[in-house]
């Protein structure tokens, strides 16, 4: 079982800048790897972010791209989302993802708000 908790979501004008956290439980952490999803109202969630077990390989959505950050840190169990340069369209909840032996863990979704 692999319990993961996302934190770091709130309220942010155009243009400003969030970076959200994913801790995830369990010593079999750095060996899966680890994604951001978001969903915003009324639409299907989408991949934001993914990024490998060791952190040397990650893929950012290409309207995210330039503009947002995946990282991890294997020793403290979490994920990171660096957000740059938000806009109103990047208001959606933000989960965590993994996969892990076939099986789909998600964290309980942490709200991002771009207003002004």
């Known amino acids: 079982q692999v319990l993961l908790v996302e934190s770091g979501g709130g309220l942010v004008q155009p243009g400003g800048s969030l970076r959200l956290s994913c801790a995830a439980s369990?010593?079999?952490?750095?060996?899966?790897?680890m994604a951001w999803y978001r969903q915003a109202p009324g639409k299907q969630r989408e991949l934001v972010a993914d990024?490998?077990?060791?952190?040397?390989?990650?893929n950012v959505a290409d309207s995210m791209k330039g503009r947002f950050t995946i990282s991890r840190d294997n020793g403290k169990n979490t994920v990171y989302l660096q957000m740059n340069s938000l806009k109103p369209e990047d208001t959606a909840v933000y989960y965590c993802?993994?996969?892990?032996?076939?099986?789909?863990?998600w964290g309980q979704g942490t709200q991002v708000t771009v207003s002004s």
């Open positions: 993802n993994a996969v892990i032996s076939g099986k789909t863990y």
């Open positions: 990024i490998s077990s060791g952190g040397s390989g990650t």
């Open positions: 369990g010593s079999l952490f750095r060996i899966f790897p």
